[in-house]
């Protein structure tokens, strides 16, 4: 099947925030480099593996597992709160948000923090919107998506998600969904375990 018809055949939609309805890259990249200096770490590095993962857990492994984490992550999380300069929506993320299938916003954000973003990229907030305050594993373990299915009375099964990262890919994969990934932040060969590729997500819905 192309892309196309497999979001066709969804009946419901489990999408990604960052790299996947809107561009973030920038703040992120400002924000995780400044941590990576603060903490004596590379920042090219940090940056690579902070994509798609909750903050705390990435956190939590890159200063292996520090007593005073819960200090550190809110800290951090109030930074990323802070940022959203540059922060903006991807072509098609309007039309994606304001159509008519179930769709719940599946992200590693914080609440606080997937709202700031939206605001800043001047999108609609979906009803169902999943981040890291309402799960205790974060991608690439499935609960999160499973948790988007089941407030949108859908069976993962029924869902195509739409992701930009790999954990966000084996995220899906694992939950049992049908994964489409888009080029957004990551070559080729981080999206190989997608059922599908596109470029872009207004490619994905032939608009624009």
């Known amino acids: 099947m192309t892309p196309q018809t497999l979001l066709a055949s969804a009946r419901a939609l489990l999408v990604d925030l960052d790299g996947t309805l809107i561009d973030s890259q920038a703040a992120v990249d400002r924000v995780w480099s400044a941590f990576a200096v603060r903490h004596g770490l590379d920042p090219v590095a940090v ?3 902070a994509q798609g993962r909750p903050s705390r857990e990435t956190i939590r492994d890159l200063l292996d597992d520090p007593p005073d984490l819960a200090r550190i992550a809110a800290a951090f999380d109030a930074d990323e709160v802070a940022d959203t300069e540059g922060v903006v929506a991807l072509p098609g993320a309007l039309a994606l948000l304001t159509g008519t299938r179930p769709l719940a916003i599946v992200t590693s954000c914080t609440t606080a923090l997937a709202r700031a973003r939206l605001r800043a990229a001047g999108l609609p907030e979906p009803d169902v919107l999943v981040t890291a305050d309402a799960i205790t594993r974060g991608k690439p373990d499935p609960e999160p ?5 089941q407030r949108l009375g ?3 099964g029924d869902c195509v998600v739409l992701e930009d ?4 890919i084996a995220a899906g994969r694992a939950a049992g969904a049908t994964v489409i990934a888009l080029r957004t932040t990551h070559p080729d060969a981080d999206l190989a375990e997608a059922h599908a590729v596109v470029d872009r997500l207004q490619d994905l ?3 624009g």
């Open 154 to 156: 859908v069976e993962p």
């Open 165 to 168: 990262a790999p954990a966000g």
């Open 47 to 49: 940056t690579r593996v």
């Open 145 to 149: 998506f499973l948790l988007g299915a």
């Open 205 to 207: 819905l032939a608009i």
